[in-house]
């Protein structure tokens, strides 16, 4: 494959739209900036609840602890990305095909400024994601010495660092600029960062499964989301659609999540949206965490090597029953948070009923909704039956011909990065503190339990 070289030629226009955006940010950070030191020096010492012992040791599930301004998950309407909930986004943000998927470009814009972006702006912000999201030779050449055993998110993680060294906000910070403007270079990374990671993903897929001969180079014609699928190698329109709408539904899921909070941790040491964003992934890793589809893919896969193609809804009840008999949990039913059917999961099975026809796995996702919700239901012992997203991502993909699950967190990381860079331009914005919650030994919560 050709080097998608950088070029510091375009460095004037993409002045020229940073500028433009952050004049359309300008406003309403200083508006909010004035307004929460007004709020918190009315309200700050009010109290929002009590702590728990078992919060504490728990896990802090559930307990208030941080401001995060670019999303917010309701238990019975799911995630709401500024105000907007995922059907309206569906229906109202830009897309490519009439009538499709939206593009992760205008969520981008929705989740930074909180508005929906007209025509001008979202042609001027594929341009620039384009132009951010080449790598330098130096760059690329790091990324595809990593050995092909390395697991696919320690490199997308260690690519993601070998990026770090253009940061401009660390180039900012060492000069000496002023906390208020703190958010003006982390959104210039956070643009270029949310642009840098598909061509990194991609460049990791070869590596692990591919050869970067023929890896496709990025292509100023597509947008985000087809142009990630294209360098893929997948070809298939639909596939590109997925991909869209995969990279949106994933993007943000409020702030107490493991990736996006270590992201929000990491930087409230002023650390740079690149070494912020290294370690959400390193969160996402997790088997508690990212790996919540391949667990809920190999769930069904297994149902099909005991059943068969031929399964009937009787036979789903019978897995469930032998599941929840071995002590083991039917993964992708139940949520931390919600307490309804995910809508992120509504979102796929829309799709599916769209765009895909006689798959028997999807079939299957399909049956389970129908069946699965009330079986668990029957126990008495579980109050969210309902199927959250994973339950669904992993047949589309499959579908499509993407079976290489170990990379199928590679693609949530991409998506989150839409979130968290976002979030982080706006604990910029808002001069949020270093987290420095405290912490109890077991000795010293038993002294305490005796005295409450």
Known sequence: TKFAMFNPARSHAKRAFSVALKQKMEQSIHKMQGELKTFVKEHGAKEMGKVTIGQVVGGMRGLPGMLYETSKLDAFEGIKYRGHDLFEIRDKAPKTVPGGQPIPEGVLWLLLTGEYPNEAEITELKEEMFKRGQLTAEEEKLIMSFPKNMHPMTQFSAGVLACQPRSKFVEAYNKGIKKTQYWEPTLEDALDLCAKVSRIAALVY?????????MPDMDPSLDYGANYANMLGFKDHDFWELMRLYIVIHADHEGGNVSAHATHLVGSALSDPYLSFSAGLNGLAGPL?????????????????????NWTKEDIKTYVAQTLASGKVVPGFGHAVLRKTDPRFICELEFAEKYIKGDNLVDLVKANFEVIPGELQKTGKISNPWPNVDCGSGALLMHYGLTQQNYYTVLFGVSRAFGVAPAQVWSRALQLPIERPNSFTFEHLQDLAKKL
């Open 289 to 309: 965490h990212g790996l919540a589809n391949q667990e809920c893919l190999n769930f069904v896969l297994k149902f099909k090597e005991q059943f068969g193609e």
């Open 206 to 214: 070869h590596n692990c499964y591919g050869e970067h001969s023929q």
